[in-house]
Structures are given as structure tokens and as C-alpha cells.
């Protein structure tokens, strides 16, 4: 059973206890409001704020789990806080697993802080989930991505253009390197998981995977310095470095550039440029 005054309740009183910098918002000038406005959690939510509006006074359809999911990342809400507005909906809560797709709190924070720096938070199998402005104009927007295409593994072996940037050296060891941490994704994850299903769908599209697949390779690890080759500044050598969240198994991916560098003064030029309409890779 549902208890739509209580979602009601619920929603109003974590929006009032956030505020604009917790999730990446400008707090502007004149602000009255204790929290974020209705209007706020509609954009962070991805719904209209009349639907929103409604929710909190209790007078609105039951959500479905699909807006349930968009309001728990809009308020950056707990997995515990993220299972209690799916029970008041009359919803079973998701399961609780490695393949969630549910951001935590502080992984959300610090992310919403690093506007001018290139960043993106990706599942174990390379699915990103969440991008900085500047990842955006750096790597394309992911959101454009459906599917088994939101791994970057599963491009890296079924599109060509995902190999653009990288000479064929490089990219022979890349190859190596997502097919070796598949593998022992799918040893920690088991013959049935997501991993495994991933596996055996790039085996079936992929001649080189399949080789790969059969040399039973582990330990592979990717070069210190990851190379793009962007359409607007060029060609950038970049550092990558990754913060785990062991609870849902998500990493965060920071990419930095040494200061003084010729790629320093392109991801300053990028910081300017902006979001644009790169295709992601």
C-alpha cells in the first residue's frame, strides 16, 4: 500500500535540508527559500515542478519507479532513504547489488564540485552514470548512449570509432586491458551476472575479443596517461585518477592534465568552450 502524505512529507523535508552547493547549484542572489526550491529538484529530478509540486502536497498519481529512481538522485538520497520513498509509492525497493545504478550521496558531492575539471562516475563494467560540464565537453554527453553502447568496453570492441584516438599499439593494449578486466569481473560476479552476459555478447560481435576472451589474461592494467583526441582543441595526454565507492561498486574517473602543459592550456581553452555537440566515443 501506498502513503502518498508521507512521500509528501518525506520529499519536502529533504529539500529543505539541501542546499544550492550541496548539488552543484548557484545560489543566486534574494534567496528566501530554507533549501532548494520546488522548481530545483524538478530540474535536478528531470520533471516538471508542477508534477513535483504535487508530489509534495500528497495530491499527485503515485510515481512510477522510474520517476522514484530520478527523485532519489535528485535529492541525493541514501540507498536507506532511497528504499523508503519507493516503500511509501507502494513500490518493492530495488535490489541491493553491484549492478545499481544509484549514486551515493557523497560520490554525487563530489562530483557536483568539479565543474572545471573533466569527471564521470562509471559502473564496474564502464557505464557512466553521471558526467561533470566539462566531462561532457570532453567525452561527449553519455546520456546519449543506450544500452550495452553505455559501456565503454563493449564500444571499444563493437565501434571502430572509439579507437580513433590511439595509436594501434596503444590500442592493442587496451584491448587487452578491457578484455582481461571483464574477466575477472565476471569471476567476482558469477556465470550469471551482468558481467557475464556482457562477456558472452561481445564474444558473439567480436572476432578480437573472442581471442582475447580465450588467452584467459588477467592483471592487464591501462597506461598512466589516457589519450583523446577531441574535435575542437586537439589532441590531450591526461592523468586519470579514480575514487571507488565499494558499496556500489561505482568509480569516479578525474582527468587532469600537468600544470604548465600544452594539454593544461587546451582543457583551460575546453572550461570555455563548453558542452558542444561532440560525439561521445
Known amino acids: ?21 550541496d548539488v552543484g547549484l548557484a545560489r543566486g542572489v534574494r534567496r528566501r527559500t530554507a533549501g532548494l526550491r520546488r522548481e530545483e529538484v524538478a530540474l535536478l529530478s528531470h520533471m516538471s515542478t508542477d508534477y513535483y509540486a504535487r508530489l509534495e ?23 536507506a532513504e532511497r528504499d523508503h520513498v519507493f516503500r511509501l509509492a507502494g513500490h518493492q525497493p530495488p535490489a541491493r547489488h553491484s549492478a545499481t545504478e ?30 561533470s560540464r566539462l566531462g561532457v565537453a570532453l567525452l561527449g554527453d553519455a546520456a546519449l548512449r543506450t544500452g550495452w553502447s553505455r559501456s565503454v568496453g563493449y564500444r571499444w570492441f563493437t565501434d571502430p570509432a572509439s579507437r580513433a584516438a590511439y595509436p594501434p599499439d596503444e590500442a592493442a593494449k587496451l584491448s587487452r ?21 556482457l562477456a558472452e555478447g561481445l564474444r558473439a560481435r567480436s572476432a578480437e575479443f573472442a581471442t582475447l576472451w580465450d588467452a584467459h589474461e588477467v592483471g592487464a592494467r591501462p597506461p598512466e596517461i589516457k589519450r583523446f583526441l577531441h ?24 582527468y587532469t592534465a600537468q600544470p604548465g602543459s600544452e594539454s593544461a592550456e587546451k582543457l583551460r581553452l575546453l572550461s570555455v568552450l563548453g558542452p558542444s555537440s561532440v560525439t561521445p566515443g
Open 57 to 79: 502536497r500528497g495530491t499527485g498519481p503515485t510515481p512510477s519507479e522510474q520517476m522514484l529512481v530520478s527523485l532519489a538522485q535528485g535529492l541525493h538520497l541514501s540507498l
Open 177 to 197: 586491458v578491457y578484455a582481461a578486466g571483464l574477466r575477472e569481473l565476471v569471476a567476482a560476479r558469477g556465470p550469471h551476472s551482468r558481467a557475464a552476459e
Open 102 to 131: 544509484h549514486i551515493s550521496p557523497g560520490m554525487l558531492r563530489i562530483l557536483d564540485r568539479l565543474d572545471d575539471t573533466p569527471a564521470e562516475i562509471v559502473t564496474e563494467l564502464g557505464e557512466t552514470l553521471r558526467q
Open 1 to 21: 500500500m501506498s502513503d502518498l502524505t508521507g512521500l509528501g512529507d518525506f520529499l519536502q523535508r529533504r529539500r529543505e535540508a539541501l542546499q544550492p552547493e
Open 231 to 254: 574535435s575542437e582543441v586537439g589532441r590531450l595526454d591526461l592523468s586519470c585518477q579514480t575514487l571507488l565507492d565499494p558499496e556500489n561498486s561505482h568509480r569516479l574517473l578525474v
